[in-house]
């Protein structure tokens, strides 16, 4: 199928090719069409935060900075909302298509997983953010934030807070457009999105003067817009989704399969939020330097980190799709060639990071004693990325095949293992051991990935001959 042929072709017949790119493409073809958009979204989305970085750093207040690193926590349990209906909803999405090519009626399930998901992260994130709104000075508090920092930082949240419902809704919504291959689509909507938020920000942020509220403010109106094209698309073009509220549902033949793999992506948010206070409060201790110096380096870091995720996260719908059609040699071989991709990009990328980190560094932040320890922290963060890398592709096999246990195991495990080694590394190294504690615990985790994989063969490989996840677990039991 020549390019020429693909650029010219009808709505309709976009939507069969992306169902070809999952069902019977070559798997590196299907990879390249699923991955690299999601790669180049993902980029594009990490440079964004780089220069926003730049942008709030042009105002010369590690405060404003350390602000918008003190909130990202909160950040991350809005993402974490619209995960749990958003991945649950999509990995569920795409094994009932890959299902319904032995089993046609599976399809006719989509549309009530589909609304549950979009209308139960709307509704959740509307809760959450009311809460939060209603907390919000304790709750900025509780992130870490000292008084010099308070008053950005609950500028920063509190708008944020009052974004949650469309924020989580954005990220449910790719979530089910990357469930039925249309990963261009998503690429469309995240850099078009990055975009707005970009122009936006140096609209309220350098020209209205407002601050890292006006960070937030960008970003909520961004999301809106990526909303509102998903929602379009989907209604448009999707052969078997409806976002219709009469389609929404509490069956537990949707909430068990959607919460069970859903929930791991709270559980895991939940953690990082814990982590993140704790590592917080740990550098703030060593003065505003080191914190600032932590948000500069984490956002340069996760350019090469977000492109492996657009790898992890791409090949998902290809793994799911693959389980529920019970197509064991296509799965095995999209997980070897992706565990290729993974290794040999955090390779390149973290060799060419490494050598440029001080050029890279010194873009943002001119003060000598900060730019030392930008550039152990971001040393630090490029090693813990190869090890996050493979973790998180096992923790995308785990959500494919509706492993609901191994999953949650994988979500907790770092917050779990994080905890005592930073407090260990603290007392025992001082900044060293704070700066180097998440690299150890990305090590941890990728071996107790390691370890699930293995223990969870078998019931993956029965899975794969009973079509469904719940159905294996009956069959295993039996035996």
Same mark, same amino acid.
């Given at each position: ?10 709505? /309709?017949?976009?939507? &069969? ?63 974490? $909302? ?18 319904? #090519? ?22 959740? &994130?509307?809760? @959450?953010?009311?809460? &939060? ?5 304790? @709750? ?6 000292? /008084? ?19 924020? /989580? ?80 549902? @509490? ?53 090469? #980190? ?7 996260? &791409? ?54 004693? $900060? ?66 504690? @998440?690299?150890?615990? #990305? ?22 001959? #009973? ?10 039991? /039996?035996?």
């Amino acid at each position: 199928m020549s390019t020429s042929t693909l650029d010219s072709q009808s709505p /309709a017949d976009a939507v &069969g090719t992306n169902r070809w790119y999952l069902s019977a493409a070559p798997v590196v073809r299907a990879l390249v069409h699923l991955c690299v958009p999601m790669a180049a979204a993902m980029i594009v989305g990490a440079v964004y935060n780089v220069i926003n970085a730049g942008v709030v750093g042009s105002l010369h207040d590690n405060a404003l900075l350390a602000a918008v690193t003190l909130g990202a926590p909160v950040l991350g349990l809005v993402m974490a $909302v619209g995960g749990v209906f958003g991945v649950g909803g999509g990995a569920l999405v795409s094994r009932l298509l890959g299902a319904s #090519e032995h089993e046609p009626a599976k399809a006719g399930q989509i549309k009530h997983v589909a609304s549950f998901a979009v209308w139960g992260s709307v509704l959740a &994130g509307a809760v @959450l953010g009311g809460v &939060g709104l209603l907390l919000l000075d304790p @709750l900025v508090r509780l992130l870490g934030a000292d /008084a010099a920092a308070m008053p950005a930082t609950r500028a920063f949240v509190g708008v944020m807070l009052a974004f949650v419902p469309v924020l /989580a809704a954005a990220f449910c919504l790719e979530q089910l457009v990357r469930a039925e291959g249309a990963a261009r689509q998503v690429m469309v909507g995240l850099i078009g999105s990055t975009v707005a938020n970009l122009v936006l920000d140096v609209l309220l942020i350098l020209v209205l003067h407002q601050g890292v509220a006006g960070a937030a403010l960008a970003m909520g109106l961004a999301n809106l817009g990526v909303v509102v094209y998903f929602v379009v698309w989907l209604q448009r073009n999707s052969e078997h989704m409806s976002l219709a509220p009469r389609w929404f549902t @509490l069956s537990p033949a949707v909430m068990r399969p959607v919460f069970g793999v859903g929930v791991g992506e709270l559980l895991q948010s939940g953690f990082l939020i814990v982590t993140s206070l704790v590592l917080n409060n740990l550098a703030a201790a060593y003065g505003d330097g080191p914190l600032a110096a932590m948000g500069v380096a984490v956002r340069i870091a996760q350019v090469p #980190e977000f492109l492996l995720m657009g790898v992890t996260l &791409g090949v998902l719908p290809l793994l799911a799709y693959a389980y529920g059609k019970g197509d064991r040699r296509r799965l095995r071989s999209a997980l070897r060639v992706s565990a290729i991709a993974v290794g040999g990009v955090a390779a390149v990328f973290m060799a060419a990071v490494l050598l440029f980190r001080e050029q890279l560094f010194t873009a943002f932040v001119a003060d000598r004693s $900060v730019l030392a320890i930008g550039v152990t922290i971001l040393t630090a963060q490029l090693v813990a990325m190869v090890a996050n890398g493979f973790a998180g592709l096992l923790t995308s096999l785990f959500q494919a095949t509706g492993r609901s246990v191994p999953t949650i195991v994988m979500s907790m495990a770092q917050g779990v293992l994080f905890v005592p080694i930073v407090l260990l590394g603290n007392l025992w190294f001082g900044l060293a051991g704070v700066v180097w504690a @998440l690299t150890v615990t #990305e090590a941890l985790v990728c071996v107790v990935g390691v370890v699930l994989w293995l223990a969870s063969r078998r019931a993956i490989d029965r899975g794969l001959a #009973e079509g469904s996840p719940e159905r294996a677990d009956e069959a295993l039991a /039996a035996a």
